[in-house]
């Protein structure tokens, strides 16, 4: 069970260290709000992710699967991240706030706003319900034979650990890097995220329509 608990640690860092839309709108709210906001939308997102785990392991998450309920869920996920892209060019496009201070000036969203975003992506990806309705065979993977209960804990402790360590660093990162922000840096960034999250919710809509 030990060596399960690390390679489900391990699996954890994999997981979300990977760049995907979550680590951009991660980014983009936390160039403005500093680690609060990032770390709300990290926060946000494992609690879908918990959320998944939970139904791939009572076996629900196999009625997501169905393309009747995949696919709007997609256009969904697809419409989600668009609406956060246009948020984020309008950001490059206006004032650049002030950030070496620690705090910037202007409007800024509310961490409640930032762990929604969070969750809603993490909720509305299909490609996340195709990772944890596997769950079980990926426990098998590991050197679990016959995977019960506690098997499927240990994995998920092990995770789940790793993800809200991670949470911690991301949010961190994007803290201090914030503070040494020029405004070319903060447009950049920005467009950079637009960019991203357009090229995100393209990719979800493609491999859902195309599977």
């Known amino acids: 069970m030990i060596e399960l608990f690390v390679s489900a640690f391990g699996l954890g860092f994999l997981f979300n260290a990977a760049p995907g839309a979550i680590f951009v709108e991660s980014l983009r709210r ?3 709000g ?13 609690i879908g992710d918990l959320i998944w785990a939970a139904l791939g ?18 256009i969904l996920g697809t ?12 950001d ?7 950030l070496s201070s620690g705090r910037s000036t202007g409007h800024q969203p509310g961490r409640q706003s930032a762990f929604v975003a969070g969750a809603g992506l993490s909720l509305s990806n299909p490609l996340n319900i195709t990772y944890w309705t596997a769950l079980g065979g990926t426990i098998s993977a590991l050197g679990v034979s016959d995977p019960g209960g506690a098997a499927f804990f240990v994995f998920l402790a092990g995770f789940m650990l790793s993800s809200v360590l991670w949470c911690f660093m991301c949010a961190a990162g994007i803290g201090w890097t ?7 840096i903060w447009r950049f960034l920005n467009l950079t995220c637009a960019i991203g999250l357009l090229f995100f919710a393209g990719l ?3 491999r859902v329509v195309a599977v």
């Open 57 to 74: 392991l009572l076996g629900v998450a196999a009625i997501f699967t169905l393309a009747v309920v995949k696919l709007p869920m997609a």
């Open 204 to 206: 979800i809509l493609y």
């Open 178 to 184: 914030r503070r040494y922000a020029s405004p070319f």
């Open 30 to 32: 936390g160039m403005v």
């Open 79 to 90: 419409v989600l991240l668009g609406w956060m892209a246009l948020q984020s060019f309008r």
């Open 34 to 46: 500093g680690f609060s906001q990032a770390f709300a939308v990290q926060i946000g997102s494992l």
């Open 92 to 98: 490059a496009m206006g004032d650049v706030p002030v």
